[in-house]
Structures are given as C-alpha cells and as structure tokens.
C-alpha cells in the first residue's frame, strides 16, 4: 500500500505464481485470480471456434447475437467463493484480485482450443482468429467484444466491494512488440474499454493495474487515465541476459513518462525459468530495473507466470537470491 502511495519504506516483492500459498510463502502480494469458469474456453475452444471451414465462410455463419451470454449472477458466486478461500492463505499480505479483460475473452472465446501435444505441455496455441474477425466483420467483432465487456465492467464494480482486496488488476494483451495487434480503430475501442475498466476500479476505491504484454509505449498517455499501476512494462525482448538488461536501461524512459504510475515488474519469467542463466544475473537485472526506475512506485514482480512444467522448486534459489538482494537493499538504502 505505501508503495502505490510512493510512499514505500522498502520495495515489495510479489511473485505471480497462479499458488497463492506459494505467493505468500515468498512475496507481500497474493494474487485472488478470478478466471471464470463459465468463461473458460480455452481447454474446448470457445463459443465463436473456427472448425475447417476457411476464414470467410467461418466468419458468415457467426452470429454471436445469437449466443447464450452468461450473466452477472453466473460469476459473482464464483468470484465469491474464490476470494473466501483465497483470503484464508494469510490475511497479512495485500490482495490483488485479477481478471482477464474484454480482448482476452474475445480471443479466447474464438480459440480452437487446446491440441493433443497442447494438452499434454500444458499450452494454448493462439490463432488470433479474433483479430481477424475486426478486419472481416467489424460488426460482429464489436458485439463480442462489448458483450464482454459489459459483463466484466459490472464484475469490476462488484469486485471492488471486497475489504480485503487492495487492488485489482486487469490482464487484457492487445500488443506484441511492434504495437498493437489490432486494426487501428479497433485499438482505440479496446484501450477506451481498458481505461474505463480502470476507472471502474479507481471509482470503487481500489488500486487499478493493468497487465499487457507488448510494448504499449503509443497508448501510455490514455492507460493512465485508468490505471495506477501497470505490468510488466514488456516493451522489448529480455529472453537472455543481455537483451534484459538492455530491457532495464529502456524502462528508464518510461518512467519519465510514467513519474506517477507503480510498475510492476522487474523479474523476467524468461530468465527464471532458464537453467542456464544463474541467480547472480537475475539479481543483476532487477538492479538494473531499480536504477532505471527508481525505488519509489515499484514492486518488484515477475513479469509472467512460470513456464508449463515449470515448478516453484526449479527456481526457488534464484527466487530467495531475490528476496537476499531486496533485503540487503533496504539494510543500504
């Protein structure tokens, strides 16, 4: 909480591991992930899935109108449920509730869903059939998407009524690391949805983050209106040890842009769950991240969640390197 006020006596630590026992054995953050089941079509394929049937014909026979769109009532027993059992891991660590955004669910809900070889590595292969979908019929890509986003505007609200959570974060890709995926108008749709999903939070009296991958450098001025804090700030490669400190040194200019905004980031899951990149360089990196942006408006995080078939067990001494360098780092300050 000091942190998102820039107030930070010392920098938190949050490892984003989808375990919140994990995350509160190692971190000050546990995260409350409300990733709805009536809206998980990633293991099936979704409502709006391509079968063989080429692009065109796929998007003629769409009619998502017609679609059986699930309800408020249909999640909030859920997202119940899931903040009661997760607020028992240790209610002396902050919150932070997250949920998937209007573009996620659009693209998922046009997934194919997971292959044989996908099932067995635990991977999503994504075909960004949504984003075709906004060229083909731009129609039917806005109903999808409001749709969506009417419904998770309203679980936003109600999500913020939790005591115990102290900021919700919203994790919704629309860029790779040349911009946006998007068509252009369709981009300036998603980022108004973002902010307003943001302002939602801010209205509730939570902290509002926003996840995006990709470099969002083009869209920073607008996010802000929304978001308090943003993760991880992917603006470039960092999958080796060279690129991430080349990561580091380039996330200094986003803070001159960004004085205000808590980055969450710092702990490249690239280089975590890589054997051959020790825990000396991981430190060396969040150092790097610390001189860029300075210590206040950061929490120092991992910018992903572990790879499929990653475990907290192959990299906990580079975890605990971290937690030893952050320690040591307020002992200096």
Same mark, same amino acid.
């Given at each position: ?126 075909? =960004? ?5 906004? +060229?083909?019929? #731009?129609?039917?890509?806005?109903? *999808?998407?409001? &749709?969506?986003? !009417? $419904? ?21 890709? =629309? ?5 946006? +995926?998007?068509? #252009?108008?369709?981009?300036?749709? *998603?980022?108004? &949805?973002?902010? !307003? $999903? ?136």
């Amino acid at each position: 909480m000091e942190a998102m006020q820039g107030k930070v006596t010392r920098i938190p630590l949050y490892f984003w591991l989808a375990d919140p026992k994990l995350e509160a054995r190692v971190g000050d953050i546990v995260g409350v992930r409300c990733w709805f089941k009536h809206l998980d079509f990633l293991e099936e394929g979704g409502p709006f899935k391509r079968g063989a049937e080429t692009r065109r014909e796929w998007c003629d026979r769409l009619q998502p109108d017609e679609y059986e769109w699930p309800t408020l009532d249909d999640l909030m027993t859920e997202m119940d449920e899931t903040v009661a059992e997760t607020l028992k891991v240790d209610r002396t660590k902050s919150f932070q509730l997250e949920m998937l955004g209007p573009s996620e669910y659009s693209e998922y809900s046009c997934s194919s869903g997971k292959t044989p070889q996908g099932r067995e590595l635990d991977q999503v292969s994504h075909q =960004f059939d949504f984003s075709v979908l906004t +060229v083909l019929d #731009p129609r039917k890509a806005e109903v *999808i998407h409001r &749709r969506f986003f !009417e $419904l998770l505007f309203q679980a936003v609200k109600r999500a913020t009524e939790y005591d115990a959570v102290d900021s919700v974060r919203i994790a919704d890709d =629309f860029c790779g690391y040349a911009g946006s +995926v998007y068509r #252009p108008d369709f981009t300036g749709t *998603i980022v108004h &949805r973002q902010v !307003e $999903l943001g302002q939602a939070i801010s209205k509730g009296g939570k902290y509002s983050v926003l996840h995006s991958d990709g470099d969002l450098t083009k869209y920073l001025a607008n996010l802000i209106q929304g978001y308090s804090g943003l993760h991880p700030l992917d603006i470039k490669s960092k999958s080796t040890f060279a690129d991430a400190l080349d990561w580091a040194t380039a996330l200094a200019t986003v803070r001159q842009l960004l004085p205000d905004t808590v980055f969450f980031t710092g702990i490249p899951v690239d280089l975590l769950c890589n054997p051959q990149v020790s825990a000396e360089e991981l430190v060396e990196v969040a150092r790097h991240v610390i001189d860029a942006v300075g210590p206040g408006r950061l929490v120092l995080t991992t910018t992903h969640r572990p790879y499929p078939g990653c475990s907290f067990r192959d990299f906990e001494e580079k975890a605990d390197a971290i937690k030893r360098f952050l320690q040591a780092f307020r002992r200096s300050s």
